[in-house]
């Protein structure tokens, strides 16, 4: 086996969030290009690491050499590369030049297609340092980042200028050159507290290497230490760490080698809500908060990551200058805002632009009431508080603290909301109409909020998709996804549940004269397959790809707690051993009749024992299936389907013929099949569920 394979890409700064973004690049692009190359083993282990100055991976388990490789290469069409007589064509000599051999090499090989012209290729293996030295520019090359640059004379584009490279197999440099850069085996340590180069004997020793020279490399264990650190900090200054995922991982990638200073600030500036607080630490100038010991209020207290220990105590007294006059602003702006109540707000979104076709925020506004009152009226939840949440939601927005502090929204218009004497309910839907914000945000628990979410977002999904702002690949400037996402979870894990044909026609009722929009149908439409891909996308690794698309084919698009009752129900049956023949049946009758004409069995046409028994099973229980699919008990309907059709219709298929010469039979037994396919697809379609066995009917897959 290979010795352990080494590559440190040395920068300037890179911005915290560039770190990640490309340690992620790097592993991927390494696994892939090692793959290609034909280096990995099952012992493969491809690690990255990085720190604002370094973008570093440790590559374990490489061949010590790639294997030799024999292959047949498909080429040109025969026709394309040789004549009738067997003269070659200029395709054949570029096929023959291409992987070196002389065009008599070149074969014929008989395909489904036709005959093309094929060749065999002997590769011999190289050694692991000569294949290395190939792909490492463009292991680099592949690196991404937010954003790129250029430098110097180069054509190169990186997220900072690159100063160093170390490249080393075992001990072994592997040379190559990037941006202008030779490989070698010299880095360098922690900017301030080790400055000076030093060469890395071998890849085995590279993070000693750099913790000796005060650069803790790997992201996980500088984040331990990190937070062990700040958490004794809190401790020493008599409270608990306000714990942040976010600033964490910001912060973890700001430092080669962290140390925590803390710092204070007037006891004064705590009369501010926790949230503007917190806010003008966290994300003005990347602060730890530090509460209670009882983890109740905050204290004047704050910690700072930093990348050196040296002269802490004058880090602090800056750190406390800044961050004193940034309180006094946030301050400054709350008094000011309080002088005006957030009603009288409410003029100045007349002249925000929501979107250039779809009018301003104040407009918005007035159909985020009317969505708000139909959909409480819908759920049974209060209307005028809903209506009184929906019109004063977005006052906040004219705000000095939010127009200064933008991530503040919906804290701030709740916290000023509670101090004018708004009731609690409509004062927290201010807030949690935003939520939820992302996959790891909570959604709304109370009746009135998320009623104002979903109105707010539904409003945002039918005014884009009715003048065609539909999200395609990547772009998605609405966070539309996000939007329809949030409607989804909070049908699902909130207090309402949601019809998605309502809410579609109300709100796009409620544009009326606001914007010219696409026809209803039209709109709901595309609206539908867009949330269907998205519950696809959310439940699918969950429940299984095919057991969401047969729930959703049988969904008529309304209840989103509707469509998981039937998903849960499948996956239920799924569980059982009879589920296997069951639903092979299943989809056998249903591809045998998709095609054929419904309408009433005639008895008299029936043969006596497997198909008689057949219909009069199904007509005893037909009318019970269907009624528990009717009242949503589709766990109920599928145990009456596996209980008394399941045997049924298995030996049906074993004993009866179905496509006989006889018209009238045959159109009889295909109306049989085709009633009893559409009721169960009334709760799933078992044509679209996976299955292990194979049925005896070629024409079903399994």
Not at 242 to 253: Q, R, T
Request: negative net charge.
């Amino acid at each position: 086996m290979s010795a352990d394979f080494l590559l440190e890409i040395g920068t300037e700064e890179l911005p915290s969030s560039f770190v990640a973004h490309a340690l992620r690049s790097m592993h991927a692009s390494a696994v892939e290009l090692v793959g290609q190359a034909r280096l990995g083993t099952d012992a493969l282990d491809v690690h990255a690491m990085g720190t604002p100055r370094r973008l570093a991976l440790r590559i374990r388990g490489l061949a010590p050499r790639q294997p030799d490789r024999d292959e047949t290469v498909m080429g040109p069409p025969w026709s394309a590369a040789f004549e009738d007589d067997g003269t070659p064509k200029k395709a054949a000599a570029g096929f023959a030049k291409k992987h070196g051999v002389d065009v008599s090499s070149l074969k014929k090989q008989a395909t489904d297609k036709g005959d093309y012209v094929s060749v065999d290729v002997h590769e011999a293996g190289k050694a692991t340092g000569e294949v290395l030295a190939d792909i490492l520019p463009q292991l680099c090359q592949r690196i991404t980042f937010p954003k790129s640059m250029r430098w110097g004379p180069g054509e190169i584009a990186f997220g900072r200028p690159i100063h160093w490279i170390v490249s080393l197999l075992g001990a072994e440099v592997v040379e190559f050159e990037f941006a202008n850069v030779q490989a070698g085996r010299t880095s360098r340590g922690h900017r301030f507290l080790a400055p000076n180069t030093f060469d890395i004997d071998s890849g085995a020793n590279y993070e000693r290497a750099l913790r000796d020279a005060h650069v803790i490399v790997d992201v996980a264990e500088r984040k331990e230490r990190m937070m062990e650190e700040l958490f004794a900090s809190a401790k020493a200054l008599g409270g608990v760490l306000e714990p942040d995922a976010f600033l964490a991982d910001e912060c973890v990638s700001l430092v080669e080698e962290p140390f925590v200073v803390p710092g204070r600030f007037d006891e004064a500036f705590l009369e501010l809500p926790d949230e503007v607080v917190i806010s003008v630490m966290r994300d003005h100038q990347r602060y730890f908060a530090v509460r209670a010991s009882d983890g109740g209020a905050l204290l004047p207290v704050y910690l700072n990551v930093v990348n050196t220990a040296q002269d802490p105590d004058t880090i602090a007294k800056g750190n406390d200058r800044v961050l004193r006059a940034r309180l006094a602003d946030a301050r400054f702006f709350v008094e000011e805002d309080l002088k005006v109540p957030l009603a009288d707000r409410l003029w100045k979104l007349e002249s925000v632009v929501f979107q250039s076709k779809l009018g301003t925020m104040g407009a918005k506004v007035r159909r985020l009431e009317a969505n708000a009152n139909a959909l409480a009226e819908r759920v049974g939840t209060d209307a005028a508080a809903a209506q009184a949440a929906a019109r004063i939601c977005k006052a906040d927005l004219e705000t000095l603290i939010v127009y200064e502090f933008p991530e503040l929204q919906g804290e701030m218009g709740r916290w000023y909301a509670l101090r004018e004497g708004i009731e609690l309910a409509v004062a927290n839907a201010i807030r949690d109409h935003y939520r939820p914000q992302g996959a790891d945000d909570v959604v709304p628990d109370e009746l009135v909020s998320a009623v104002v979410a979903v109105a707010d977002r539904i409003d945002t999904l039918v005014g884009c998709f009715g003048i065609g702002l539909v999200p395609s690949g990547s772009a998605d400037p609405f966070a539309l996804r996000r939007a329809a996402l949030g409607i989804i979870r909070i049908a699902l894990e909130g207090p309402i549940d949601v019809d998605l044909r309502a809410l579609v026609v109300q709100a796009h009722q409620a544009y009326a004269s606001d914007a010219q929009l696409k026809p209803e149908e039209e709109v709901g439409s595309a609206l539908d397959d867009f949330f269907r891909g998205r519950i696809r996308a959310m439940l699918k690794d969950q429940y299984g790809g095919d057991v969401v698309d047969a729930c959703l084919g049988a969904w008529d698009g309304t209840s989103i707690r509707d469509l998981r009752t039937r998903i849960e129900a499948v996956t239920e049956l799924r569980a059982a051993p009879e589920f296997e023949a069951l639903a092979v049946a299943f989809k056998r009758a249903f591809n045998i009749t998709k095609d054929t004409a419904r309408g009433a069995v005639e008895s008299g046409l029936l043969e006596e024992g497997a198909e008689s028994e057949l219909a009069e099973r199904f007509a005893t229980v037909r009318d019970q299936i269907r009624e528990a699919t009717g009242e949503r008990r589709y766990a109920a309907a599928l145990k009456l389907v596996a209980k008394e059709l399941g045997a049924p219709i298995d030996r049906f298929f074993d004993d009866v013929f179905v496509m006989v010469d006889d018209t009238k039979v045959r159109e009889n037994r295909l109306r049989l099949l085709g009633e009893i396919a559409d009721t169960v697809n009334g709760i799933a379609h078992f044509h679209l569920l996976g299955t292990k066995l194979q049925s005896r009917d070629p024409s079903v897959s399994a």
